[in-house]
């Protein structure tokens, strides 16, 4: 074999395995254990000087470009365009090809969401106001998120041996959590519009669809539409991450021109990689960095009203939301679970939906202009999800072993379940 071929090679199982699941689950936590290690270490002061270093430009000439940004920065409004561009191509897939095509099929998961963002958010503002802490209000966004890399990870270790159907449904909720949460962005996080900026994004948009439906799209004049729409929604007032969710669902979901596969999952496989192994790591590496020994110590951080109030509306609120409405929704209307799943297995759901990480720690950095605040929302962040994870992985081993009856969903039909978490490889 020749050593372009061994490279080749090389590099296809470093994609391979950049793109599994457990992979990003676990490339997430590092990062976000090394940042609170660095942030709490006697180097702490060069972690804050790496995150607030400002690169790009201000200007160029007369025109004003506003891209000289901090480290940090560009990890939250630019990598994250690249996580949100292949949650925009997942999200066309799935409402054109996929689990959220058929509504009846999808219907009990996408109002398990709702639910599941609801309470979450019900929960996080009693908890602040009976605290005495209304000025924490703006956050009540926070424990409505869903991490889909991070949960499904923890399903894919922990799920062994149960019907891929709750995979599926952990999926479904997820994505229709993201575009929830996305839509919660957009409207309640956005201060002052911009609009000839936006009305530019839109152009660009326009142009990238026009293109990427073309025979022979060409990344060199894609890769500029991209960063230009990027950088006018960034000017816009609006989080430039949306212009990653515009952008990908702009690609087409269904196979043209004689393409075998849809150029949704063809973009999926290329940028997947990238999102997971890189840009969702090193976004979790500069936003989980919260210094707990510095001001008042960590007693004055973990008892903000703040904290408790997200870690109760993701490991409790999402379990109730998600639970509840799904227990409500399949006694009083016609929609059922899926084959193989009963409300037994949606404990391990609720559970695994309560972490939060990457959108959470986003919408928390737009949530407060201080950092006292900031900091509490993001130690209960990753206290609750890493709470949530273990708790999910527990239930999931406990449900596992379990006897399961021939009709789980109580359709009054036996179930057929034909595949198992773990029959391929994760």
Same mark, same amino acid.
């Given at each position: 074999m020749s050593s372009d071929a061994v490279a080749r090679t090389r590099i296809q199982r470093l994609r391979t395995w950049a793109s599994r699941e457990t992979t990003g689950g676990a490339l997430l936590i590092g990062a976000a254990f090394l940042? *609170? *290690?660095?942030?709490?270490?006697? $180097? !702490? =002061?060069?972690?804050?000087? +790496?995150?607030a270093t400002v690169v790009g430009p201000a200007a160029i000439g007369p025109l004003p470009l506003? +891209? =000289?940004l901090s480290l940090s920065t560009w990890a939250a409004d630019g990598l994250l365009a690249i996580f949100f561009f292949v949650v925009g191509v997942e999200l066309k897939q799935e409402f054109v090809a996929g689990s959220l095509r058929n509504p009846k099929e999808a219907g009990v998961p996408m109002i398990a969401a709702v639910g599941g963002m609801a309470v979450p958010a019900l929960i996080? %503002?009693?908890?602040?106001?009976? *605290? #005495?802490?209304? %000025? %924490?209000?703006h956050g009540w966004a926070i424990p409505t998120a869903t991490d889909i890399a991070f949960a499904v990870g923890?399903?894919?270790?922990?799920? !062994? #041996?149960?019907?891929?159907?709750? !995979?599926?449904?952990? +999926?479904t909720l997820a994505v229709v959590d993201d575009l929830l949460a996305i839509v919660v962005i957009a409207i309640f996080y956005?201060?002052?519009?911009? $609009?000839?900026s936006l009305l530019g994004t839109f152009v660009c948009v326009a142009l990238f669809l026009w293109h990427v439906r073309s025979r022979k799209p060409r990344w060199f004049v894609l890769l500029p539409l991209a960063a230009v729409a990027w950088a006018l929604m960034h000017a816009s007032g609006v989080h430039a991450t949306i212009s990653g969710v515009l952008l990908g669902f702009t690609v087409p979901a269904l196979a043209l021109h004689g393409e075998a596969t849809s150029r949704t999952?063809?973009?999926?496989h290329r940028l997947k990689p990238l999102s997971s192994g890189i840009a969702l790591p090193v976004f979790a590496f500069f936003a989980a960095g919260v210094s707990l020994v510095d001001g008042d110590g960590p007693g004055a951080v973990i008892s903000q009203p703040v904290v408790a109030a997200i870690a109760a509306g993701l490991? &409790?609120?999402? &379990?109730?939301?998600?639970? #509840?409405?799904?227990a409500l929704i399949t006694r009083i209307t016609p929609l059922r679970l899926p084959d193989g799943i009963g409300v037994r297995d949606l404990l391990p759901v609720g559970l695994l939906a309560g972490i939060g990480f990457t959108v959470s720690l986003l919408i928390s950095e737009l949530s407060f202009g =201080?950092?006292?605040?900031? =900091?509490g929302a993001k130690i209960a962040i990753l206290g609750a999800s890493v709470l949530a994870a273990i708790l999910g992985a527990i239930s999931l081993r406990w449900d596992a072993r379990r006897a399961r009856t021939a009709d789980m969903n109580l359709d009054g039909r036996p179930d057929d379940v034909r595949s198992y978490i773990g029959d391929t490889r994760d």
């Open positions: 940042a *609170l *290690l660095w942030a709490n270490s006697p $180097w !702490r =002061d060069a972690y804050q000087a +790496l995150s506003h +891209l =000289d996080y %503002a009693a908890v602040v106001l009976s *605290l #005495g802490d209304p %000025a %924490a209000l923890v399903l894919a270790i922990f799920g !062994r #041996g149960l019907p891929t159907a709750i !995979r599926t449904f952990l +999926l956005t201060s002052q519009i911009h $609009w000839f999952t063809q973009y999926e490991v &409790l609120g999402k &379990l109730l939301g998600v639970l #509840g409405t799904t =201080d950092s006292e605040h900031t =900091d």
